[in-house]
């Protein structure tokens, strides 16, 4: 081997198009397609990106940290599968295509249910794909062979099947109840996806006069609210019973302001006796909390705000048709004249918004189709409870059994039209996105037909993702393969750490405070991107981005090509053309910096397991740095120099080629690259179905 073959300079762009190419024309992403050795079954599935989506930091550190996983795997032997896909994402993407309708000056209505679906398909097929090509971009050696969709064919049969399975159970009915709706995407939403943000508002204190005095001396019983305009829907005003203030009105009629309805004054023990005066008013078609109250109480419902985000018809007069922040305003006026306004304070408090377009979400009475969540609560918590299910960090187990031992029955009807029409006649509304994907695990394998995948490769291994859908899918997907496949889905679930900006805020692209992954790729590398992300992952649940660290991924893989060259060059002039992978060194024939060299390598590959073993991916990409770069280079490179033998040369070589196994999980691109012109006889076709050193 001629060291000149190698450039003096690494250019990425030389070379991670050409390996990728190498990588899918040999085969080795597909299991099926793997050498002989590759027989234990391990399994990922890609947590499903949304059709709308681009690479964002958040995937980027996620799609790394699962192929560290499949690459490492791979080369232990395993017969790996990481499979990819998408989600259709309901509401975001219709959202995206009825902007576009929008600027044609059409809404979804005027074409059609049937014309408008085809106009989601032909935005599918344009730009739905574009996040996974990102992904390849990244190095992802997924097997895109079976790349799923959560609306492809076979898919939609599998939610069907669930579907029914529930149906039949009688856990899937239909009711009404107060629920969480968009005006913006005129639909249900659950409670999991709804995004809180703290706001200021005002808290107004109002009087209510009571009907029948009696004895009392008391004339009106102040509420504290900060939504008067949901007050024309009040039936009753509610204290805890144990709160002295009131023990005497309890039972008694007050008149409702402006409405100039009679309704009871209750005692509950939902009330907090410490927010506003201890009293407040229950309008049980507008929150969650009164409307549990209302059940208790047998208090009916008066609707006053409807989809539109509008005053009722049910509403006094005055009020009726208006946007709810122009009823507010016309409710306070008149409740002002009427010197019914006891103060008014300034007040922050959390606002619920649309998870998907942030729109203000309103709360109102909808017939809806919800699944019962007593049994699949009990179902998700066994296999985590008896450690079937092990979450990495085992802290966030909290989180997750707090949410199923609070839970209630799951809305999973949406007034939208893309996605999974719910499978009964004359039903137009679609199933909650999260619904078709809490299958994932297994449908993508084949279910409900028992493939040879299925068999094969559930349970799968390893789930990786982020804290903020533990409960909107990691719990979902967990009672679904026990109530379906009878296993728990996955194995072990890593929740990876969010990425923030260097300042510790939230990435955002509106903002201006995102970080594009593909515009790193471009500057410095695919690889050195991966080293520069993996190199923060050090336990924290927060990393805060510096593009420092990418530059010194990029100096890390210049200093690798650069050790190679040496490598290849002191073989150049030596009788050591080629060797084996795995030489043999008498310890007798070592010198100290020998047997030092190769004791560090030792440790590194026993340190490096335990690390990924235990889903510690910056301390293992520590390690190797150290090694690689101080123990390698700096010294024993150094030392070479003056012992200058065969031997030397047969250690250096060896040294090189068992780094190159070490970091091809974390550095896939370069280290292909290398491999590829190293002058070893018993060489795989690539370096990715190489041996893991022992």
Known sequence: MNYMKLPKVYDPKKVENKIY????????????????????????????????????????????????????????????????????????????????????????????????????????????????????????????????????????????????HYYKKGWIYRGKRVINWCPRCQTSLSDLEIEYEEEKGKLWYIKYPLANRGRTSVVYITVATTRPETMLGDTAVAVNPGDKRYKNLVGKQVILPLAKREIPIVADELVDPKFGTGAVKITPAHDLTDYEISLRHNLPLIQVINEQAKTTKETPLPYQRLEVLEARKKVVEDLKKADLIEKVEGYWHQVPHCYRCQTTIELIPSEQWFLKMKELAKMAQLPVKKGKVKFHPKGFEKIYFDWLKNIKDWCISRQIWWGHKIPLKGVPDVLDTWFSSALWAFATLGWPKETKDLKRFYPTNVLSTDRGIINLWVARMIFSGMEFMKKEPFREVYIHATVLTREGKRMSKSLGTGVNPINLIEKYGADATRFGIVWQIMGGQDIRFTEDNIVMGR???????????????????????????????????LTTADKKILGALDKTIESVNKNLESFRFGQAAHLLYNFFWHDFCDRYIEKSKKQNDEKTKKILLYTLLTSLKLLHPFIPFITEEIYQKLPIKDKEQCLMVEEWPK
């Open 21 to 164: 190419n190498l990588w899918q024309k040999s085969g080795f992403f597909n299991p099926d397609k793997l050498p002989k050795r590759h027989k234990k079954p391990y399994c990922i599935v890609i947590p499903p990106p949304n059709i709308t989506g681009e690479l964002h930091m958040g995937h980027a550190l996620n799609i790394v940290v699962q192929d560290i996983l499949i690459r490492q795997k791979r080369l232990q032997g395993y017969k790996t599968l990481w499979l990819p896909g998408t989600d259709h994402a309901g509401i975001s993407a219709q959202n995206v295509v009825e902007k576009q309708l929008k600027k044609e000056g059409v809404t979804r209505f005027g074409l059609g249910r049937e014309k408008f679906i085809e106009r989601m398909w032909d935005w599918m097929e344009k730009y739905g794909n574009i996040i996974l090509n990102q992904f390849k971009k990244l190095g992802a050696s997924c097997d895109w062979s079976r790349t799923r969709f959560t609306l492809d064919k076979e898919y939609v049969k599998a939610v069907k099947e669930a579907f029914a």
């Open 555 to 589: 100096k890390f893989c210049n200093k690798l090509w650069n050790a190679t060259r040496f490598v290849l060059q002191q073989i150049s002039n030596s009788k050591l053309k080629t060797q084996n992978s795995k030489p043999q060194f008498k310890t007798k024939n």
